[in-house]
């Protein structure tokens, strides 16, 4: 049995831990350990069992545990790993000057990192230092149809208000383009206050876009950008500040090839 460690309460570790899943083509019982609302979804945590991040991992004995995206977990909490556990860590691109003050001084040590962006030198210098195994690896989404919506789509699952400014970016593109798409939001609830003649629409996965998309709009989290990236073209980010992660260093370079062509 894996066991898969993603405290937080946003959708971004879950469809993380879908796509390593998948691309590692675990068959394993699954159990995650996250109190995000998201995971009552079956379309993101079908086939898991879902328990409270505070679950006793003695108590679950898993072959393996899987730690997404914070070292130490979301605030430093994780530290004594039960003997016997192989550990692999998930590492994306995180604010190291702010996360690490959060670790413990018996911070874990892992069997494996995968490495699924580039981190700051800082970041991945402690992770080499706590970790058997160092690699790179490029994670692929689990096969689905293609988004159907023809227009343009702002993508984000909250909250409402970076939804509005998602909107407010998308608007005020078109208007800088004298440009009147379609427009759908894309996200789990309708926003209050959502404008006139925007569509929403509750759809995961949201990616790939279908032939009709003609623009893409995100925030600048890993998932968004990553899953996007065959589509650069048409692919727009607005970074928003997060405590612990740098959508701003990734966002600069997402667009920096786009630039350069």
């Not at 926003?191 to 998309?213: I, N, Q, S, T």
Request: net charge negative.
């Amino acid at each position: 049995m894996i066991a898969c460690y993603a405290r937080g309460g946003g959708l971004g570790h879950l469809t993380r831990l879908r796509s390593f899943l998948h691309t590692l083509a675990v068959d394993d019982e699954v159990v995650v350990l996250s109190d995000s609302p998201f995971a009552a979804d079956p379309r993101v945590s079908s086939g898991w069992t879902v328990r409270p991040a505070s679950a006793d991992l003695a108590a679950l004995a898993p072959d393996e545990l899987v730690v997404d995206a914070f070292p130490a977990g979301l605030k430093g909490e994780l530290t004594r790993i039960p003997s016997g556990i192989r550990v692999t860590h998930l590492a994306r691109l995180l604010r190291w000057d702010a996360y690490r003050l959060l670790l413990p001084g018996d911070a874990p040590r892992f069997d494996r990192t995968f490495l699924l962006e580039p981190l700051d030198p800082a970041h991945e210098a402690h992770l080499r230092a706590v970790s058997d195994e160092v690699a790179t690896l490029t994670l692929a989404d689990p096969p689905c149809e293609p988004l159907d919506v023809h227009g343009w789509v702002i993508v984000h699952s909250g909250p409402d208000a970076e939804t509005l400014e998602l909107l407010a970016y998308a608007r005020d593109m078109a208007a800088m383009e004298g440009a009147s798409p379609p427009l759908t939001l894309i996200s789990p609830r309708r926003p209050d206050g959502l404008p006139p003649g925007v569509a929403h629409l509750d759809a995961y996965p949201a990616c790939p876009p279908g032939p009709g998309v003609e623009r893409v709009v995100t925030a600048g989290g890993f998932n968004a950008v990553r899953q996007f990236a065959p589509w650069q073209d048409r692919h727009r980010i607005l970074p928003f500040p997060r405590t612990l992660d740098d959508q701003y260093t990734r966002a600069t370079r997402a667009r920096a090839p786009a630039r350069a062509r």
